[in-house]
């Protein structure tokens, strides 16, 4: 079970709100949520609905410092998912066009990132030196395949 931290937790009796920001920032994490109780200063990392609710624990770090820990909710990477479900939705409307076809048929069992991101690379390339000679000969891709090569570089920004 991996963990990380939620809140670190200062013993009033022996720190300030001050002193405690100081040590954080010293030891790499965040003093900008704050909570004041009647024992401790408690310095909010992460909000608590990113973890399951089960998996909460508070240890002890110093006699005057604890922290709450727990096990992150486990998240897809965004990029991947939202692009395997464009595919999905592409492929169940039957609206598949070259550049799905060019990604499938390129990917020679190695489906990742980098090689999804080497097609359209390639096809945003192929389409571009095309227009700059002036649209000479058949176009080695339609718009809507350069289209969507544009579409998923971009979305690799995020």
Known sequence: MATDVQSIMFKKQYWTVQRAKKWLKEHGYDGLIVDTTKNYH????????????????????????????????????????FI????????????????????????????????????????????????ASGKKGKAPFSLTTYRRANFYLNIQRF
């Open 42 to 81: 408690r310095f909010r990392q992460r909000d608590p609905s990113e973890f399951n609710k089960s998996s909460f624990m508070t240890i002890t770090w110093k006699p005057s410092i604890k922290a709450v820990i727990g096990e992150p909710k486990r998240r897809k990477n965004p990029n991947d998912t």
């Open 84 to 131: 395997q479900d464009t595919f999905d939705e592409i492929s169940k409307d039957r609206t598949d066009g070259a550049f799905t076809r060019y990604v499938a048929n390129n990917f020679y069992g190695e489906n990742t990132v980098e090689k999804r991101i080497a097609v359209a690379e390639h096809i945003k390339d192929k389409y571009e030196k095309w227009v």
